[in-house]
């Protein structure tokens, strides 16, 4: 799912190309993309873009008169630039925002269509579908502490939480931590008090460090190759490879359709955090260090 970083990106480049432009037509190939009725989309034709902004991780985009359009990618969600008229061709295709100098267009890559749109009038109507999340670079260390230990959660959940934290999702998550060297289990109301604020230097490190990474990769283009894996990460999406400050082995533990990526040396002491799945099925034979995962991993002919 496209976060702070990504989101910022994408909204950068929105800005170059309609902002002050009137969007000339609106076209939906997806009955189920556009989540609202009324206004219907006509109401903002004709009209000239004023405003972009962050929502969380949503995209808005805010027309004359007070009108809002909302984009929320979702996870497999992507926004194109194309040239003006391009035809939706394609089941991912689901919606283009036709403009002088080109069209918006917005794709899913996923059967399960949960990419949204919502066109809503009004700042009461837009603050509605703000999830209250705190915005990291308005904060202070101190706002950053309470609302962190607001709940004992783990680490990765608390920054996860869109009601808790705006724009973090879980690749990120996965490289704050790591920044930190902070356990993803680790326990909110059990942080010392310099432990809370080594996690939000490195929230902010992290983010920024990201967002000037994707602007220079970027240039003037529009944002195409928009991924929760990219080679730069420390240990999202990078299992067995070789962390870049210790160089002990990433490993990673899964729930639902999410994984948590977390290097052993330099966030739990050298303990392996227990997967789940293969925890429950394997139970009080889970290894407890890397190195007995490795063992347990080799074929039995060479263990002996």
């Not at 992507?78 to 008229?85: E, F, K, T």
């Not at 925002?97 to 917005?106: A, I, N, Q, R, V």
């Not at 950053?144 to 680490?155: D, S, Y």
């Not at 994707?214 to 999406?237: C, I, K, S, W, Y």
């Amino acid at each position: 799912m496209p976060e702070l970083p990504d989101i910022t990106i994408y909204i950068e480049a929105l800005k170059k190309r309609v902002l002050e432009q009137t969007l000339l037509d609106a076209r939906i190939s997806s009955p189920f993309v556009l989540r609202t009725f009324s206004p219907p989309l006509a109401a903002i034709q004709g009209r000239r873009v004023t405003e972009l902004r962050r929502i969380g991780k949503r995209i808005a985009i805010g027309f004359a008169d007070g009108f809002w359009l909302v984009i929320h990618l979702m996870i497999a969600g992507r926004l194109h630039w194309r040239n003006r008229g391009a035809k939706l061709s394609g089941k991912q295709s689901l919606a283009s925002f036709d403009f002088e100098h080109g069209s918006l267009t917005l794709t899913e890559a996923s059967a399960k269509k949960r990419a949204s749109i919502h066109l809503i009038e009004g700042e009461k109507s837009l603050r509605e579908m703000d999830p209250g999340g705190l915005e990291l670079f308005e904060c202070s260390e101190d706002q950053f502490a309470a609302r962190l230990t607001q709940r004992n959660h783990t680490l990765k959940r608390a920054l996860t939480d869109p009601h808790l934290f705006s724009g973090i999702g879980n690749a990120y998550s996965d490289e704050i931590l790591h920044a930190a060297n902070l356990s993803p289990v680790a326990l909110t109301q059990k942080l010392s008090r310099a432990e809370a604020r080594r996690l939000f230097e490195a929230t902010r490190r992290t983010l920024t460090d990201w967002i000037e990474l994707l602007r220079r990769q970027t240039g003037d283009q529009f944002p195409e190759n928009v991924t929760a894996f990219r080679p730069e990460m420390a240990v999202h999406g990078k299992l067995g490879c070789p962390c870049p400050i210790c160089g002990a082995k990433i490993q990673r533990i899964r729930y639902a359709e999410t994984e948590t990526n977390y290097c052993p040396r330099c966030q739990t002491g050298g303990k392996l955090l227990a997967d789940r799945s293969l925890s429950l099925l394997l139970k009080k034979d889970w290894p407890k260090t890397p190195e007995e995962l490795e063992e347990l991993r080799k074929p039995q002919s060479t263990r002996y």
